[in-house]
């Protein structure tokens, strides 16, 4: 089994390279390369570790939260995974502050067993978040409006009642792609011919000009590329990762010690959100339990 692990990161390299040498654990049955996009307003490239099969990308977008260029930058590493031309069964993307849960034989093994599907988040279509999500793109939103801070975050609140409410469109766009919208989160593991299906629908530029005026568009312009092609059939509706979001704040909980148990039960194999000031007993927890 062969994946390539595509980390978007912007701070936190000696966390970035703990990722990259547990992922990289000896492993029979896994074969892993990493190709890294740190955020360009980031200057944590120089310190990502150098050695084979890790690819730090020169090319680099300046990432902001909830804007088209999440998608652009995760496009750069799709792009460069595949052009390596190499085979990959799996490339899968996550995050600087994410950690493995299980060895990387468990990982082998899972992704052997169910080789075929591809693991990406659906939100599902019959409840409140899928209505309250149609409105990112139903409705056209400015640039910068794409914004986490508060009183970027107060306008786009005006905006949305302006336009409607949190459920409804007073004015709808356009669906110029004729597309069957779907949501999720923005991590994800895909095959590679997957992946390479989104190249080609993202490769004349018709769903990024679309996307580019939704917000937060990396929560759906790889569900709604998969769901309108013959690769539906092969989501499963859910990712890998572990999140917590009991806090219920505008990011999810960064993970301690009292949350191992939990981490261990949830069936997922990977896990964030991390933080090194506070993570470093439960990474090692971590890496003992899976005989690191």
């Not at 120089?46 to 690819?55: C, L």
């Not at 999140?243 to 939990?262: G, M, R, Y």
Request: glycine share 4%.
């Amino acid at each position: 089994m062969r994946v390539a692990y595509l980390i978007q990161c912007h701070k936190c390299a000696d966390q970035v390279n703990r990722l990259i040498e547990r992922l990289s654990s000896v492993s029979d049955a896994l074969v892993v390369e990493f190709f890294v996009h740190v955020d360009a307003k980031s200057d944590i490239d120089k310190d990502i570790v150098r050695k084979d099969g890790v690819f730090v990308l020169q090319d680099r977008i300046g990432v902001k939260w909830g804007h088209i260029s999440q998608v652009e930058a995760t496009l750069k590493l799709l792009q460069a995974a595949v052009g390596a031309e190499k085979h990959y069964d799996y490339l899968w993307l996550i995050s600087g502050q994410d950690y493995p849960i299980v060895s990387n034989n468990e990982i082998a093994s899972f992704l052997e067993n169910n080789n075929g599907k591809n693991f990406i988040e659906l939100v599902p279509v019959d409840g409140d978040d899928h209505r309250r999500y149609l409105k990112r793109n139903q409705t056209w939103y400015p640039t910068w409006g794409a914004s986490p801070i508060f009183i970027m975050r107060v306008l786009r609140k005006i905006y949305n009642i302006l336009t409607g409410g949190k459920y409804h469109s007073i004015v709808k766009r356009k669906n110029t792609l004729n597309a069957e919208w779907r949501f999720g989160s923005q991590w994800w593991t895909l095959s590679e011919d997957a992946c390479r299906y989104i190249l080609d629908a993202s490769s004349d530029g018709r769903y990024l000009s679309y996307f580019k005026n939704c917000i937060c568009p990396d929560e759906s312009y790889f569900q709604t590329i998969l769901w309108n092609s013959s690769f539906r059939n092969t989501l499963t509706q859910c990712n890998l990762c572990y999140v917590d979001w009991s806090e219920h704040k505008k990011n999810p909980k960064v993970l301690t010690l009292a949350d191992l148990d939990a981490v261990k039960r949830s069936g997922k194999l990977i896990a964030r959100k991390f933080d090194p000031a506070v993570s470093s007993e439960l990474i090692a927890a971590l890496d003992k339990s899976a005989d690191i």
